[in-house]
């Protein structure tokens, strides 16, 4: 999809965008990857970090909000990411907001996910919602890779029209443990401190 | 002989030297059996490697003239002001005078050596970048180290974009008996300093025992220096036929160009060490980032631009 490459271009000039593995990625693994959210090139430049084989079954989950709203927007992120866009703010309240997800995790792709649901201003995560924790008791058998994204909050920040090119660095964890009977509370702040001590 | 074959014999030669530096690396990967050793001859192949890389670049933006000239160096300066401030602490208050100097700063700075404004391109950002930026940062309103982080932008943006545009803008003078063939000034430029920091890298490793400024750069040697500096200085007086000097002439620019670029190195390492850093990024391999491999061209280009403009441009 030549939207993509165009995409990637773009974002290795901009942030590079540099991957870095703790452990590193097999490929054929269903995944969960959950980093950080601190500007608008996050999504793009994890889904760029990643390697080729993985990238292609690996999709973001973008707001319906936001990219749904027009058709470029809707056009980049379903054409050139592949994103799965969920409604935030629950507009069909009969509808499960994480159904789109599940059914991506069903037919074995991977996904990108911003557990802190919005954008932060500072370089370390706010507190984890807890759509993680479901679709982890859902998927036992999912890895779950924490994601560090570094300086990007200085590039993009929210409210901001024009990024500042900036080297950002991808830090990608090992699988986060599952802990038996553990409480959503415990595993989200387990989760949200997996991501920190990358940083 | 024309330009064009100036060009190609020039070219020749520099192929001849990197392809005896490959076979010399590849003989001394094979012999080499302690660990040491072997990590040196590692970092000299990627640097080798480099090399061909960068020169192949180079000697197509010449094929291609003047605007594959010009177009090189705004990107050159677009990736040393990524890596400049990646490093810098700077605060939200600035994105809009980090914004602008990305995205107008560097592409209007090119464009006037494109169209050949020799006066707005001397004072475009000495003045009005350096008045605009503090304007721009004092938007944000936000006093905290205000006057440390203005600095440090405008800092950045003298080093890597005002300095270094000072070497594509040797296409812009125009010295009697030597039209045409300014794009060779410029290869003179790049090919003195480079020869001279891969030269003091060369003895160092091979003589180094006196360090020059062990606390800003341990790697810099007293012994490097000598032999890197006189040796690239004959380089650079053997190398006069490809410009308007004569051969003590070029010999005393070539010190310029040396003398400069040695003290560009050691102060943007020391810039760098004061950041925290050891290398100002990882894009080239065995290099560091680019701002690494750009800091004596920094220093030394816009000296020998004004130099050459007194004494032989009209």
Redesign the interface.
Known sequence: MWVSYLLIGLLRLLVGAAPRFVVPLQSGVRRIFFANHSSHVDTLALWAALPRPIRDRTRPVAARDYWGKTALRRHFAVKGLNAVLIDRNRDDPSQDPLQPLTEALERGDSLILFPEGTRQAQALPGPFKSGLYRLACLFPDVELIPVYLENLHRCMPKGTLFPVPMICTVRFGAALPRLAGESKESFLERARQAVVALA | MNPRQKFEWLMAGIATLLAVATVVGWILGAKVRTESGRSVIANLNTRIAAWWVMVAVFGVAYVFGKIATIVLFAVIS?LS???F??LTP?R?AD?RA??VA??VIIPVQYYLIGIEWYALFTIFIPVYAFLLLPSLSMLGQDTEQFLERTAKIQWGVFVTVFCISHAPALLLLRIPGYAGQDALLLFYLILIVQISDVLQYVFGKLFGKHPVASVVSPSKTVEGLVGGASSAIGVGCAMWWITPFSPVQAAAMASVIVLAGFLGGLVLSAVKRSMGAKDW??MISGHGGMLDRMDSISFAAPIFFHLTRFFFAH
């Open positions: 677009f002001l990524r890596e401030i990646t700077t939200p994105h980090l914004s990305f995205f990024g990882s």
